[in-house]
Antibody, heavy 118, light 107 residues
Framework: QISLQESGPTLVRPTQTLTLTCSFS??????????VAWIRQPPGRALEWLAL???????FFRPPLKSRLTIGKDTSKNQVVLTLADMDFADTATYYC??????????WGQGALVTVSS | YVLTQTPSVSVAPGETARITCGGN??????VHWYQQKPGQAPVLVVY???YRPSGIPGRFSGSNSGNAAALTISGVEAGDEADYYC???????????FGGGTKLAVL
């Protein structure tokens, strides 16, 4: 049974760095064929892909946000961590992590709402 | 790379809904579709243009050719009311692209 769960702060201040953790079970993030991705959705708006990391540590980032994003995996803990620096009000969104195939997203976490407010 | 979806589609129960996703030479890419109901995470309903994950009813089907891909839902049910998103991998820029979403209303 595959499951993913996002965790992190629900409220961040402008200019702070957001750190989100995706804890997963039911699969192993090793090798080049499996990846975990982060996708966000601002309230009432469309899905927006942010980043993904493969088991061989290959990483891809959303181009306009690349300078603000980092993604890393801890295989021993079955976790993937996303950081987004210099948070802005426009970064308010529900953040999802998802298991990625080729790449499409076969299993999703329930999502974590992050609000940017001063 | 931009994926264009009609913002909304309305159908009566039992009819067929066709949700399109436009993109330049999208037929050369593999298109994936997600269903998202209010307050829930998206669910993959079609991958690689036309394949259904386990558990997705046969009423959901996909096609892709030229500059448009489509998700077709036959015999629409009230429970199909949701937002639907198409998605591709933009090989040229190594990034995932989502369409803007289509809200399916079942009248």
């Amino acid at each position: 049974q595959i499951s993913l769960q996002e965790s992190g702060p629900t409220l961040v201040r402008p200019t702070q760095t957001l750190t989100l953790t995706c804890s997963f079970s039911g699969f192993s993030l090793t090798g080049g064929g499996v990846a975990v991705a982060w996708i966000r959705q601002p309230p009432g708006r469309a899905l927006e892909w942010l980043a993904l990391v493969y088991g061989d540590d290959t990483k891809f980032f959303r181009p306009p946000l690349k300078s603000r994003l980092t993604i890393g995996k801890d295989t021993s803990k079955n976790q993937v961590v996303l950081t987004l620096a210099d948070m802005d009000f426009a970064d308010t969104a529900t953040y999802y992590c998802a298991l990625s195939g080729d790449p499409y997203f076969t299993s999703w976490g329930q999502g974590a709402l992050v609000t940017v407010s001063s | 790379y931009v994926l264009t979806q009609t913002p909304s589609v309305s159908v009566a129960p039992g009819e067929t809904a066709r949700i399109t996703c436009g993109g330049n030479d999208i037929g050369d890419k593999r298109v994936h579709w997600y269903q998202q109901k209010p307050g829930q995470a998206p669910v993959l309903v079609v991958y690689d243009d036309r394949y259904r994950p386990s558990g997705i009813p046969g009423r959901f089907s996909g096609s892709n050719s030229g500059n448009a891909a489509a998700l077709t839902i036959s015999g629409v049910e009230a429970g199909d009311e949701a937002d639907y998103y198409c998605q591709v991998w933009d090989t040229g820029r190594d990034r995932v692209v989502f369409g803007g979403g289509t809200k399916l209303a079942v009248l």
